[in-house]
C-alpha cells in the first residue's frame, strides 16, 4: 500500500508531548499516529455493526405479534418470582 501525506495542525504542546511518548516508545510519530487511525477506524466498524444489531433487535420485537405485557403485570410476575426463589433458598 502506498504512503500518502497528511497535514493538521495541532497545538505545539500536545505535538511535543506526543512526539516525546513516540520517542520513548522507539517509534516513529508517523507510525504511531498510523496506528491510532486504524484503531479508530476499527472502532468505529465495530460500532456501525452493534448499532446494525440493536436496530435489529428492536426491530425484531416491534414486528412481534404477540400482545404486549403491561409493565405492572411484568413486575408482578417477577417480584413473584423472585419471592419463590427466595423461599427456595
Not at 40 to 52: F, K, V
Not at 56 to 73: I, K, S, T
Amino acid at each position: 500500500m502506498g504512503k500518502a501525506t497528511f497535514s493538521f495542525e495541532i497545538e505545539a504542546d500536545l505535538k511535543a508531548a506526543f512526539s516525546a511518548a513516540a520517542k520513548a516508545e522507539g517509534r516513529a510519530v508517523d507510525d504511531v499516529l498510523s496506528d491510532v487511525i486504524q484503531d479508530y477506524l476499527q472502532s468505529q466498524a465495530e460500532d456501525t455493526i452493534y448499532q446494525e444489531w440493536v436496530a435489529a433487535q428492536v426491530q425484531e420485537v416491534l414486528d412481534d405479534p404477540r400482545p404486549n405485557v403491561p409493565h405492572a403485570e411484568v413486575m408482578a410476575r417477577l417480584d413473584a418470582e423472585i419471592a419463590g426463589l427466595k423461599r427456595g433458598a
